[in-house]
C-alpha cells in the first residue's frame, strides 16, 4: 500500500509526509512544486499539476492506496474581487474533482480531504461544532464548500472521505498575513485591531494538522468532516502584547470601531485595492472558535499547540530566516495547504 500526497511537497504536506516515511510507509508526493527533494529521502515524486486531468492520471496509484488532498490555493496573495474565481477554482474545486475521479478510475476508495472553517461564515453559534451553518463570505470558503458538495457525492458511490476544516494554519515555512503584523512590531509602530480585542484568535499548528491526516487513515477514513483548532484560544489582545514584549518591541494595540474599519476595507475592496481577504476582515471581532471535540471523540486526536506559543515561534522564525540573508517571501510554500 502507497500513501500519495496530492500537495505533498507544500506546508501540511511535508509534514505528513515526513511523518508517515518515519512510520516505515511508502510515500508519493504530487506536486506541481518540487522544492524539498532533499527533506523526502524515501519518497517518490511526480510533477502533477492537479488542474490537469493528464497529469493526475498519470500519478501511480492502485487498488488499496490511501490519497490525500491537500493541494489548495490559499488568501494569500491577495486577489482582486474579479479575479477570485478563476484564481481559487481551478485548483481547489476542479483539482479536487480531478484527483477523485482518478482515484475512481484506478479503485481507490479512501480519501483525506483539507477544506477551510471559512465554509461557516459569520459566526452564529460558540463554539463551532461541524454542524454550524455553512455561508462562506467569498469565493476561497465557496469553492472549498463546493468540494466537500463533491464528497458527498462520492461517499453515496461508496467512497470513504475524511473531511478537516482547520483554522488559520501556522507553522515552519508559512508566514502569510503575519508578516505585516511582524513588521509593525519590528519597527516598534501601533498595532491596529478590528474590534476592542476582546475576542479570542485560533490557529492550528502544521503539525497538528498532519498528525490529524495521519490519524485518519488509522481510523479508517470515518466519512465525518472534522474542526482543526487549538484548545483554549486567548483573546486577540493577549495573544499580540505576548507577541509584542517577546519581541521587546514598543509597539501598542490600537482598538477600533470593527464596523467602521470594515466598512472602510469594504470600499478598498470595492475598488480593487484589498488590504485584506473580506473572509479575514469580516470576522475578525467575531467570537470565532472551532470545538474540536469531534477529533478527539472519534480519531482520538488532540492537539498540542498552544496559540500563544505559536505565534512566537512563527516570529522566531521570520528572524532566522532575515538573519540567514532570506526574505518572508522565501518562507512561503505555496500553493498547497
Not at 500519478?59 to 490555493?73: H, I
Not at 481507490?108 to 461557516?120: A, E, K, P, Q, W
Not at 516598534?188 to 480585542?197: F, K, Q, W, Y
Amino acid at each position: 500500500m502507497k500513501h500519495v500526497i496530492f500537495g505533498g511537497d507544500g506546508f501540511v504536506g511535508r509534514h505528513l509526509a515526513q511523518k508517515l516515511l518515519t512510520d516505515g510507509e511508502e510515500v508519493v508526493i504530487a506536486d506541481i512544486v518540487n522544492a524539498n527533494k532533499a527533506f523526502y529521502r524515501d519518497a517518490r515524486m511526480v510533477h502533477c499539476d492537479v488542474t490537469q486531468p493528464d497529469d493526475v492520471a498519470k500519478v501511480p496509484m492502485q487498488v488499496g492506496d490511501m490519497v490525500y488532498n491537500l493541494s489548495a490555493k490559499m488568501l494569500s496573495p491577495l486577489q482582486v474581487r474579479a479575479k477570485r474565481h478563476e484564481f481559487f477554482y481551478p485548483v481547489n474545486y476542479d483539482g479536487t474533482k480531478n484527483i477523485i475521479e482518478a482515484m475512481d478510475r484506478a479503485g481507490l476508495d479512501r480519501l483525506v480531504h483539507f477544506t477551510t472553517d471559512m465554509i461557516y461564515g459569520h459566526t452564529l453559534t460558540y463554539p463551532m461544532t461541524e454542524e454550524h451553518p455553512v455561508a462562506p463570505l467569498g469565493e476561497y470558503g465557496q469553492s472549498k464548500l463546493d468540494t466537500e458538495h463533491l464528497a458527498a457525492e462520492w461517499r453515496t458511490r461508496g467512497m470513504k472521505i475524511s473531511l478537516f476544516r482547520p483554522r488559520l494554519i501556522i507553522g515552519p515555512g508559512r508566514l502569510g498575513i503575519l508578516e505585516k503584523l511582524f513588521k509593525l512590531v519590528d519597527l516598534n509602530l501601533p498595532v491596529p485591531m478590528i474590534g476592542s480585542g476582546k475576542n479570542p484568535y485560533q490557529f492550528i499548528s502544521v503539525f497538528d494538522c498532519a498528525e490529524a491526516a495521519r490519524l485518519a487513515w488509522k481510523a479508517g477514513v470515518p466519512n465525518e468532516a472534522y474542526n482543526l483548532g487549538s484548545l483554549n484560544p486567548p483573546p486577540v489582545r493577549k495573544l499580540l502584547g505576548d507577541l509584542i514584549r517577546h519581541a521587546g518591541s514598543k509597539s501598542f494595540l490600537i482598538p477600533t470601531p470593527g464596523w467602521a474599519v470594515k466598512r472602510t476595507l469594504d470600499l478598498f475592496d470595492l475598488i480593487n485595492m484589498p488590504i485584506m481577504d473580506p473572509e479575514q476582515y469580516l470576522i475578525a471581532d467575531e467570537d470565532c472558535v472551532l470545538d474540536v471535540s469531534k477529533g478527539e471523540r472519534q480519531l482520538g486526536w488532540v492537539p498540542q499547540y498552544r496559540d500563544e506559543d505559536m505565534l512566537i515561534a512563527a516570529y522566531d522564525e521570520y528572524h532566522a530566516t532575515k538573519a540567514r540573508g532570506g526574505s518572508a517571501a522565501s518562507a512561503q510554500v505555496a500553493p498547497a495547504e
